[in-house]
């Protein structure tokens, strides 16, 4: 080899290794794409950015679930599909806020509806006609349809439907303790109906986790709908609530934690889940994800072996936990956006999604026959139910300032199981 | 190849050389020569990035936390004020906000208990370790390992751990207790017992490195001052408190000042146990408060008012360490 070979043979070097690292990174956009499939063709800005924290087990399934049914329907569009690692929410929004503040919105990200909306107010973008049309607007109850909402313009596309209020129990420890589920009517009722149990039988009355604030929360905001109705519960929600209501609810929780696990503060919701399935507590009070724990459990049935009731003093109201898709405005890639939001309205849509994920579709028109027993009938209740109020644990019915103040006043109540002065917090969460 | 940096050096130097007048110029030389300006290319990168990256952030922090920063956009730095700090002291309704905002007071109380609970324990500890692990004992290295482990591990792993050591009716410390005739007692949610029911479980971690610092202090130490202690007649506690304990006064400053940064950190454990950012106003410190304030209310400018007094914090401990240093010229 004579020296004159040698600069052009490092150009050659330089050109391959620059052209292998433009090939690499665009291998890992490739990757990113999860599910894609043929990954060519990607087409710069049209490609649909959805960012989401399902990145594991019955979320994970379900999005992968809804991604495959929207492609077969739209396989022109291209996904730059993004989970979030680490699967917390809080987690997911720092990355949209980042992406938002840099003015580089994603298509689309996982987010509860409602109040938590609130969080970046002035990013989204009116999609009503687009996406919410007349058949959405038939099809989504009252309830669900508020929450779709942001300053009264349609902003977001819920996507599943979990209840908060049920109260679900072993029915042999039941039983045995001679006490009818369908007979209780106030939140009272299961009081007593826990000291029942707890007299007649070994078992732990009532299941529940107490290391954090977000259970008791759910169980106060159920109870405060089982009470003061409604209305009580509009008007709390509303920062116009009763301070003896919201007490009294606090009291009946208080009266309920004599029945918790002694070792409630050292648990997970998990574990607690675990004592009704294992026959070792009566009730547990949870969103309906917690029947996804017994559906995967081998010899424990819906019907024969555990059963659900609407949390007693609840019967008529849905207690709403959703989670949507929002419409961003500047929006990296508008049609395909539209078309993957008006996908996640359709009824088929949301039956793949929820198929997997154990809530219900929130369009009552769904058929949802593909779905398990126990999901056929909580839609049927739905379907049924006179109001659906949005939930507070879950970020439906208060702007997040709110929501902290709440969580921080429980966080206290767990402490001291102060009745009055937790209530006092809690009205005085929305000044 | 000639270094552009030698070229230049030889100019600047012929300048010099224009204005040379005696013998004494010459050891001035350029000022390329200086050692500081030689070894450049090893301290000037670092030194701009931890300029940028450590005290450009922290400076950046400051000047934020007297903004109005609040939910989406950006700040805007032509209105600053101390509002932010007013309110931290004295609670009420900011300009920013419709909510009332509670002041800092009970977590900024809470961090400094567990801030000197757990350092000054934990150094009392450690010391106690270390001088049993100083008596030539057998498997002295086991011993070492043992105690030291407990720091590998994260605050993750810890909190959980101790999840499971707290619960009332199968947890280790319920056990005991129950074997001496006390309790079963409610720890994790107790008010009373929260803080302290933290600072023991920071202290388990955290006695370990306590216990190697000193363990090198009395090593240094010459077994001359033993002996000489022992010759005069000293007690073994006697020794220690008179003759031996001075002299690990950099031992314990040293530890004391990784101790308190750790018990400042202490948030990733409070976030495990209690699943989130609310672990109850008895358990509640400046951490959390701060993170709660930024990213769940996406009060910005309101959590940079929180982090610069933690920083305040963290620096009224470890200004005094660095000076005195630096006053002995060990800086």
Redesign the interface.
């Known amino acids: 080899m004579s020296e004159h070979d040698t600069p052009v043979s490092r150009r050659t070097v330089l050109t391959t290794t620059s052209a292998a690292a433009i090939a690499g990174l665009a291998g890992c956009s490739g990757g990113g794409s999860g599910g894609g499939g043929d990954g060519g063709g990607n087409d710069g800005g049209s490609e649909l950015e959805l960012l989401h924290a399902w990145s594991s087990g019955d979320g994970n399934a379900a999005i992968e679930a809804l991604i495959e049914g929207f492609q077969e329907e739209y396989p022109d569009v291209e996904f730059a599909e993004e989970p979030v690692d680490g699967a917390a929410r809080?987690n997911l929004?720092?990355v949209v806020?980042n992406k938002?503040?840099a003015n580089d919105p994603p298509s689309t990200f996982q987010t509860w509806p409602g109040n938590t909306l609130d969080?970046?107010?002035?990013?989204y973008e009116d999609i009503e006609g687009d996406v919410w049309n007349e058949d959405l607007k038939e099809n989504y109850l009252a309830g669900p349809q508020e929450q779709a909402q942001y300053d009264g313009s349609y902003v977001t596309v819920p996507l599943n439907i979990h209840r908060i209020n049920n109260l679900f129990y072993n029915t042999a420890v039941l039983e045995e303790a001679g006490v009818d589920p369908e007979s209780l009517s106030s939140p009272s009722d299961v009081v007593d109906a826990c000291e029942t149990i707890a007299t007649e039988t070994d078992a732990i009355p009532f299941a529940q986790q107490?290391?954090?604030?977000?259970s008791t929360v759910q169980l106060w905001e159920t109870t405060l709908l089982g009470q003061a109705g409604i209305d009580g519960y509009e008007a709390f929600i509303n920062g116009e609530g009763d301070t003896g209501a919201v007490e009294s609810a606090l009291q009946s929780v208080v009266d309920l934690s004599e029945y918790y696990?002694?070792?409630s503060?050292?648990?997970?919701f998990t574990e607690a889940n675990t004592m009704v399935m294992e026959g070792n507590a009566a009730f547990i009070h949870q969103g309906d994800w917690a029947a996804g724990a017994y559906s995967n459990a081998d010899e424990f049935n819906y019907g024969d072996d555990w059963g659900q009731v609407t949390y007693p003093g609840t019967s008529g109201s849905y207690l709403l936990n959703m989670d949507s898709f929002p419409y961003l405005a500047n929006n990296p890639s508008p049609e395909a956006t539209k078309q993957f939001l008006s996908y996640c309205g359709s009824a088929e849509g949301q039956v793949l999604f929820n198929a997997e994920k154990g809530s219900i579709p929130p369009r009552s028109d769904a058929d949802v026959s593909s779905l398990n027993t126990f999901q056929q009938d909580q839609f049927e209740d739905f379907n049924a139910a006179d109001n659906q109020p949005p939930s507070v644990q879950h970020g439906l019915a208060v702007s997040?300032?709110?929501?902290?103040?709440i969580?921080?006043a429980?966080?206290?109540f767990?402490?001291?199981y102060d009745a009055a002065a937790t209530a006092e917090a809690l009205i005085?969460a929305?000044? | 190849m000639r270094n552009p940096l030698t070229i230049l050096r030889q100019r600047l130097a012929a300048h010099r050389e224009v204005r040379a007048d005696g013998g004494t110029a010459t050891e001035a030389g350029s000022i390329l020569d200086r050692d500081s300006v030689r070894s450049a290319p090893f301290w000037l990168p670092p030194f701009l990035l931890i300029g940028l990256f450590i005290y450009g952030a922290i400076i950046w922090n400051i000047v934020l936390s007297l903004t109005d920063f609040q939910?989406?956009?950006?700040p805007d730095y032509s209105a600053l004020d101390i509002e932010n700090y007013v309110i931290a002291f004295t609670g009420g309704t900011p300009s920013w906000?419709s909510?009332?905002v509670d002041p800092v007071w009970n977590a900024a109380w809470n961090t400094v208990v567990l801030m000197v609970s757990f350092s000054v324990v934990c150094l009392a500890v450690g010391l106690v370790m270390a001088i049993l692990v100083d008596q030539e004992i057998r498997f002295e290295n086991t011993f070492r390992t043992i105690y030291l482990l407990p720091m590998s591990l994260s605050f993750v792993v810890t909190a959980k751990f101790w999840?499971?050591m707290?619960?009332?009716?199968?947890?280790l410390v319920n056990l005991i207790l129950g074997a001496v005739g006390v309790g079963?007692i409610?720890?994790?949610?107790?008010?009373e017992l929260?803080l302290a029911a933290v600072a023991f479980a920071l202290i388990w971690q955290f006695s370990g490195y306590a216990m190697i610092v000193y363990l090198a202090g009395l090593r240094a130490i010459p077994t001359s001052h033993f002996e000489a202690a022992r010759v005069d007649g000293a007690s073994t506690i006697r020794m220690y408190w008179r003759v031996i304990i001075p002299q690990l006064r950099t031992a314990t400053v040293s530890a004391l000042v990784v101790l308190t940064v750790f018990s400042l950190k202490a948030f990733d454990f409070l976030f495990s146990?209690?699943?989130?950012y609310?672990?109850?106003?008895?358990a509640?410190i400046l951490a959390t408060r701060m993170v709660?304030e930024a990213?769940?209310?996406?009060?910005w400018a309101y959590g940079s008012a929180i982090a610069v007094l933690l920083f305040i914090m963290a620096l009224t401990i470890v200004a005094p360490y660095i000076y005195t240093q630096y006053q002995r010229g060990e800086l």
Do not use: H
């Not at chain 1, 997040?400 to 103040?405: A, F």
């Open positions: 809080s929004d720092q806020l938002l503040q969080k970046f107010e002035g990013a107490t290391s954090g604030s977000w696990p002694s070792d503060s050292s648990i997970s997040p300032g709110v929501s902290t103040n969580s921080s429980f966080s206290g767990l402490e001291d005085n929305f000044n | 939910g989406l956009g950006s906000s909510l009332t999840l499971y707290y619960n009332v009716e199968t947890g079963p409610e720890i994790v949610q107790n008010p929260k146990m209690y699943g989130g609310q672990p109850g106003p008895s509640d709660r990213y769940a209310n996406g009060n």
